[in-house]
């Protein structure tokens, strides 16, 4: 089933497949998504990036050179000066396999980047998603497409409170710029390793926010309880190491960002 139920508590930390489940086939593939939501992950990520002609695709880079392969020079430089139809010339699956010959699979074959579109065409309103907008421009207008394609998806309007879709940011101009124009759309504010989340961030980012997303290696005790006070969830990223998912479990974190969904899902249920 490729149907993200959530776990049975729902208070329990939530799962999310960083990318998919990027550790065992190509990040933002949909051969990802379904490894994710196989090994029982509670959300898909995605990293947004706006192309040429104004479409949002999922690529965690703003540059194709890392992970798209095509026809002799037409796969690198920014998404950003490239057209869909250009993007459909590249690939996103071989650079995993050129990486470790040992994750050869003929499903990684042939792989397109996705627009957030086609995510949502093929895993529907029942699917969780953790939605990055990457690299905000002002003027491209990241925010307003991602809503209309919400909406279109019928996940627009979360008024019941619900948590179906959280879209993530490490731009508090951009989560700001969405609460404007949905506020009832749930915003988790990224931050970046070793960037200070005191009291006064915090109250900050409660202002707009349901959650905040720190690095791992930046969570404490203190940090998880006073996100909590200020009724923020706290969700950190990227943990693969079953003995740090237990670790921060312990320290109460509501959720992690993992590149194996699988292992988390174990950690969770030992816990
Ligand atoms: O979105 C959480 C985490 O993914 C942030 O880092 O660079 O993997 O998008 P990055
Ligand atoms: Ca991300």
Not at 226 to 243: E, I, K, N
Request: proline residues 7%.
């Amino acid at each position: 089933s490729t149907e993200a139920a959530g776990p049975d508590d729902p208070d329990a930390p939530v799962v999310i497949g960083h990318r998919g489940a990027s550790a065992d086939a190509p990040e933002h593939t949909f051969p990802s998504y379904d490894l994710a939501l196989e090994q029982g992950a509670d959300y898909i990520e995605q990293d947004l990036q706006m192309t040429a002609d104004g479409v949002l695709v999922v690529l965690h880079d703003d540059v194709l050179r890392r992970t798209a392969r095509g026809p002799e020079g037409s796969c690198t430089g920014p998404v950003a000066e490239k057209t869909l139809d250009q993007l459909r010339y590249c690939e996103v699956g071989s650079w995993f396999e050129e990486a470790d010959p040992d994750q050869v699979d003929a499903a990684f074959a042939d792989l397109a980047i996705p627009t957030m579109e086609e995510v949502l065409d093929r895993y529907g309103p029942d699917v969780r998603y953790y939605i990055e907008i990457k690299a905000p421009d002002p003027d491209a207008d990241m925010e307003e497409a991602l809503l209309a394609l919400l909406e279109d998806a019928g996940l627009g309007s979360p008024e019941d409170g619900s948590r179906q879709v959280l879209v993530q940011s490490f731009s508090a101009d951009s989560l700001r710029r969405l609460r404007s124009l949905r506020p009832e759309l749930p915003l988790v504010q990224l931050t970046r390793a070793g960037e200070p989340l005191d009291a006064a961030a915090l109250d900050q980012i409660a202002e707009y926010a349901v959650g905040v997303g720190p690095a791992a290696a930046d969570v404490d005790a203190e940090l998880v309880e006073a996100g909590h006070a200020r009724c923020l969830v706290v969700h950190p990223y990227t943990v693969d190491d079953p003995a740090e998912m237990t670790a921060l479990l312990d320290l109460g974190v509501d959720g992690m960002f993992t590149n194996t969904p699988d292992t988390l899902v174990d950690a969770r249920e030992d816990h």
